[in-house]
């Protein structure tokens, strides 16, 4: 690695992004990160990942709220403990009492003939087209994990990789980071966890937008609603899984209007969707369809953001390019911002890929096994870190954007992806030996200090999951909607 952070404090994590972001040092005073200890057993250093993430979304949001109000950038606060927490949110939470596990039955770590592959399977369509590929024909009743991983034991790790990506399905080979780094992925990688880059230039800057206004508003539970930061603030929420839909979820709390389309192609992912559609109403759109793409781009006509995980490329091809979206804009700014597995550039950047992907074939699982010490072959990280921080990363990225818009004028694209947070982490350095294993772990639900959590009632019923780790003075910073089942609501802004 080509880069060394691990002098950095959280801190200066948030610092170094705000600097690259662009915006003004002075509000930097404004952010306390508070507790101490490692956070989260581990040789990376997962606490500080968190806290300053979580505590750069909570920042960029302040500094919105400034400009918006005329008031000074009011404190913000983030304490460690409940970061880390909700690094793992979608392990915590009880749907009526009961938990669930997003973990699909036939995937993770399996030997073959050279080494190991980490296969992701928590989609049922990916998890059929890895029993294809592998037996030939999909089983029914389907094949046990033993029986795919008595299949995949023939195989090269490399060419298992290969064949998986042709055929748009997801393992990872399991590399050390020797291996890793003299790949031309991890080369093309960027060294920023954030990219903000112009797509469209402005003569002056029009300030804040009338649909977001300092007065007060009522929210569509009939509360009134005094001071949210993001307050009017319009987002089209097209993301699956974890990092896309951690930064909406991240806007919403801070009182954007999220509007979350999904397909009426792909399957729910009721594991993941419980927690992560916090704030979020719920649209289903097939974009294929004419009269829904053109549903799709009158919502973009009035939105403030497009936020998107598809691989790059995947929705230019159905014809929503930036060239459309600014075109029906006709001049008025926008942010899009854009979540991928490997970024822009490299001959993965059109591959799929997820966080346990990621963490397999970048040397992350080989080199937390050697500082565990324990003969593993590998070690997952103790939870989804890189997906949690790109979300925050992109939500920070987003809200950067919106204040350059309506400070400096233009529209901008956000760059953020699972494998440029790695490169981050990465550079934060390890902890010595296994002395970053020496705290305990939150695990379960009772794992986890009760005023950490809110229950709420939801479309699915009784919701019991984690509160948002950031306090911001005079703000609230809350979710107003509770998860409800795909495609309950319409196509339009409020």
Same mark, same amino acid.
């Given at each position: 690695?080509?880069?060394?952070?691990?002098?950095?404090?959280?801190? %200066?994590?948030?610092?170094?992004?705000?600097?690259?972001?662009? $915006?003004? =040092?002075?509000?930097?005073?404004? /952010? *306390?990160l508070?507790?101490?200890g490692?956070?989260?057993?581990?040789?990376?250093?997962?606490?500080?990942?968190?806290?300053?993430?979580?505590?750069?979304?909570?920042?960029?949001?302040a500094?919105? !709220?400034?400009?918006?109000?005329g008031?000074?950038?009011?404190?913000?606060?983030?304490?460690?403990?409940?970061?880390?927490?909700?690094?793992?949110?979608?392990?915590?939470?009880? $749907?009526?009492?009961k938990?669930?596990?997003? #973990?699909?039955p036939?995937?993770g770590?399996?030997?073959c003939?050279?080494g190991?592959?980490?296969?992701h399977?928590?989609?049922?369509?990916?998890?059929?087209?890895?029993?294809?590929?592998?037996?030939?024909?999909?089983?029914s009743?389907p094949?046990?994990?033993?029986q795919?991983g008595?299949?995949i034991?023939?195989?090269?790790?490399?060419?298992?990789?290969?064949?998986?990506a042709?055929?748009?399905?997801?393992?990872?080979?399991?590399?050390?980071?020797?291996? #890793?780094?003299?790949t031309?992925?991890?080369?093309a990688?960027?060294?920023?966890?954030?990219?903000?880059?112009?797509?469209?230039?402005?003569?002056?800057?029009?300030?804040?937008?009338?649909?977001?206004?300092t007065t007060?508003?009522?929210?569509?539970t009939?509360?009134?609603?005094?001071?949210?930061?993001?307050?009017g603030?319009?987002?089209?929420d097209?993301?699956?899984?974890i990092?896309?839909?951690?930064?909406g979820?991240t /806007?919403?709390?801070?009182?954007a209007e999220?509007? #979350?389309?999904?397909?009426?192609?792909? =399957?729910?992912?009721?594991?993941?969707?419980r927690?992560?559609a916090?704030g979020?109403?719920t649209?289903?759109?097939?974009?294929r369809n004419?009269?829904?793409?053109?549903?799709?781009? !009158?919502?973009?006509? %009035?939105?403030?953001?497009l936020?998107?995980?598809?691989?790059?490329g995947?929705?230019g091809?159905?014809?929503?390019?930036?060239e459309?979206?600014?075109?029906?804009?006709k001049?008025r700014?926008?942010?899009?911002?854009?979540?991928?597995?490997?970024?822009?550039?490299? =001959?993965?950047?059109h591959r799929?890929?997820?966080d346990?992907?990621?963490?397999?074939?970048?040397?992350?699982?080989?080199s937390?096994?050697?500082?565990h010490g324990?003969?593993?072959?590998?070690?997952? /990280?103790?939870?989804?870190?890189?997906?949690?921080?790109?979300g925050?990363? /992109?939500?920070?990225?987003?809200?950067?954007?919106?204040?350059?818009? #309506?400070?400096?004028?233009?529209?901008?694209?956000?760059d953020?992806?699972?494998?440029?947070?790695?490169?981050?982490?990465?550079?934060?350095g390890?902890?010595p030996?296994d *002395?970053?294993?020496?705290? *305990?772990?939150y695990?379960?639900?009772? %794992?986890?200090?009760?005023e950490?959590?809110?229950t709420?009632?939801s479309?699915?019923g009784?919701?019991?999951?984690?509160?948002?780790?950031?306090?911001?003075?005079?703000?609230?910073?809350?979710w107003?909607?509770m998860?409800?089942?795909?495609?309950?609501?319409k196509?339009?802004?409020?």
């Open positions: 690695m080509a880069l060394d952070r691990s002098s950095f404090t959280a801190f %200066d994590t948030v610092r170094h992004a705000w600097k690259t972001l662009g $915006l003004p =040092p002075p509000a930097l005073t404004s /952010l *306390s508070t507790g101490e490692l956070g989260l057993p581990s040789s990376f250093k997962i606490g500080h990942l968190a806290q300053a993430s979580i505590g750069l979304s909570g920042l960029t949001a500094l919105i !709220n400034a400009q918006r109000t008031k000074p950038v009011p404190q913000v606060t983030v304490p460690l403990q409940h970061a880390v927490i909700e690094f793992k949110s979608e392990r915590f939470y009880l $749907l009526d009492k938990s669930y596990s997003a #973990w699909g036939v995937g770590l399996h030997a003939s050279d190991y592959v980490r296969a399977d928590s989609f049922p369509h990916h998890r059929n087209g890895l029993v294809k590929l592998l037996l030939g024909y999909e089983r009743p094949p046990t994990r033993a795919v008595e299949a034991s023939p195989w090269r790790s490399i060419d298992l990789e290969t064949a998986a042709d055929n748009g399905f997801v393992i990872a080979a399991l590399r050390s980071y020797k291996q #890793w780094d003299v031309p992925q991890a080369q990688v960027s060294d920023q966890p954030i990219t903000i880059t112009k797509i469209l230039s402005q003569k002056a800057p029009i300030g804040l937008p009338r649909h977001i206004g007060t508003t009522t929210t569509t009939g509360r009134e609603d005094k001071n949210k930061c993001l307050r603030v319009r987002v089209v097209m993301t699956r899984v990092a896309g839909p951690v930064a979820k /806007l919403a709390a801070h009182g999220v509007l #979350w389309v999904t397909s009426p192609n792909l =399957p729910d992912l009721p594991e993941l969707d927690d992560l916090r979020k109403r649209v289903q759109l097939d974009v004419p009269e829904d793409l053109e549903a799709l781009m !009158n919502l973009l006509e %009035d939105a403030d953001v936020l998107q995980s598809y691989r790059p995947s929705l091809g159905l014809g929503i390019t930036e459309a979206i600014l075109r029906r804009r001049g700014p926008i942010v899009i911002a854009n979540l991928s597995c490997f970024g822009t550039a490299g =001959p993965w950047k799929r890929g997820f346990s992907i990621v963490q397999a074939c970048s040397g992350m699982n080989v937390e096994a050697e500082h324990k003969g593993e072959a590998a070690k997952p /990280l103790p939870c989804q870190a890189l997906d949690h921080a790109s925050y990363f /992109l939500a920070s990225g987003i809200m950067a954007s919106l204040y350059r818009a #309506w400070t400096e004028g233009g529209s901008y694209r956000v953020v992806s699972l494998a440029g947070t790695m490169k981050y982490l990465r550079s934060l390890q902890f030996g *002395s970053g294993f020496e705290t *305990s772990d695990e379960k639900s009772e %794992d986890v200090p009760e950490y959590f809110e709420r009632p479309g699915f009784e919701l019991r999951a984690i509160k948002h780790s950031v306090r911001i003075d005079g703000a609230e910073v809350s107003d909607i998860p409800q089942p795909l495609g309950s609501h196509p339009k802004w409020q």
